[in-house]
């Protein structure tokens, strides 16, 4: 059985889902990859859809997902990716491993769509550096 990663944001729209792409594409077969939010806001964010297509992930399948659902699943690590979610989060049965890597909150971004989409880029490519970097580590462990 493949350890449980669980990637948490207050609204499971953006950060979490980007992070849980990214890092399921990086892992492979390494680990299984999951993302919450402590209050789901009950879709993917559009430009998060898109950002990561532009680097050849498809999250359109992803929906938003309550933290809740995870509380009686063995979960390993838990990587929070917002300050909310970090003050929020419970631990789970299993839990080996906490993580807490905060990012930007795209989903505020304001201005034309090419603005708001640069700071999906940035974020996308923030979490990008991170995660897989994360699963080469984890893969250095084997």
């Keep these: 059985m493949k350890p449980a990663v669980l990637i948490l944001c207050t609204g499971n729209s953006c950060r979490s889902h980007l992070a849980e792409g990214i890092l399921r594409a990086a892992a492979g077969d390494l680990l299984e990859v999951h993302s919450a939010g402590s209050k789901p806001a009950g879709y993917v964010h559009p430009l998060a859809i898109r950002v990561m297509?532009?680097?050849?992930?498809?999250?359109?399948?992803?929906?938003?997902?309550?933290?809740?659902?995870?509380?009686?699943?063995?979960?390993e690590t838990v990587i929070t990716v917002c300050g909310n979610a970090d003050a929020a989060c419970p631990m789970f049965p299993g839990q080996v491993n906490r993580h807490h890597w905060g990012f930007d909150d795209p989903a505020h971004a304001e201005g034309t769509e090419e603005e708001?989409?640069?700071?999906?880029?940035?974020?996308?490519?923030?979490?990008?550096?991170?995660?897989?970097?994360?699963?080469?580590?984890?893969?250095?462990?084997?």
């Design 116 to 142: 708001k989409l640069a700071v999906f880029r940035r974020v996308r490519d923030e979490i990008r550096r991170v995660f897989e970097a994360y699963a080469a580590g984890r893969r250095d462990e084997r």
């Design 53 to 75: 297509n532009e680097i050849g992930l498809d999250i359109s399948n992803h929906h938003s997902k309550p933290l809740d659902e995870f509380k009686n699943q063995p979960i």
